[in-house]
């Protein structure tokens, strides 16, 4: 079982940038890479952005095409979120996900680990 540990929320203005980060205990060859979902109250958990190891191949969900920016640290087995431009409905929990298989996770189904979640929460 990968570990991740989640560090960066907090509560900000619209406008206002964060960036989360997540560090794997350990990397699986099973798995091609990490990613980020969240869930806001009363909402399922949705996919966000996510990206493989090497860095070379990004998805986002298109409600953060261009504000948020994924990135990954293949020597700390580390993944960023920098997350601009916020705005009140990113207001969510977010998670941190390893995929279960030789893939990106860009869905629930495909997630193997996940963190603990860390709140952002984006005021008007």
């Known amino acids: 079982q990968v570990q991740l540990v989640e560090s960066g929320g907090g509560l900000v203005q619209a406008g206002d940038s964060l960036r989360l980060s997540c560090a794997a205990s350990?990397?699986?060859?099973?798995?091609?890479?990490m990613g980020w979902f969240r869930q806001a109250p009363g909402k399922e958990r949705e996919f966000v952005a996510a990206?493989?190891?090497?860095?070379?191949?990004?998805h986002y969900a298109d409600s953060v095409k261009g504000r948020f920016t994924i990135s990954a640290d293949n020597a700390k087995n580390t993944v960023y979120l920098q997350m601009n431009s916020l705005k009140p409905e990113d207001t969510a929990v977010y998670y941190c996900a390893v995929a279960g298989g030789p893939y990106i996770p860009t869905h629930v189904r495909d997630v193997g680990s996940w963190g603990q979640g860390t709140q952002v929460t984006v005021s008007s």
């Open positions: 990206i493989t190891w090497s860095g070379g191949n990004a």
């Open positions: 350990r990397r699986t060859f099973r798995s091609s890479g």
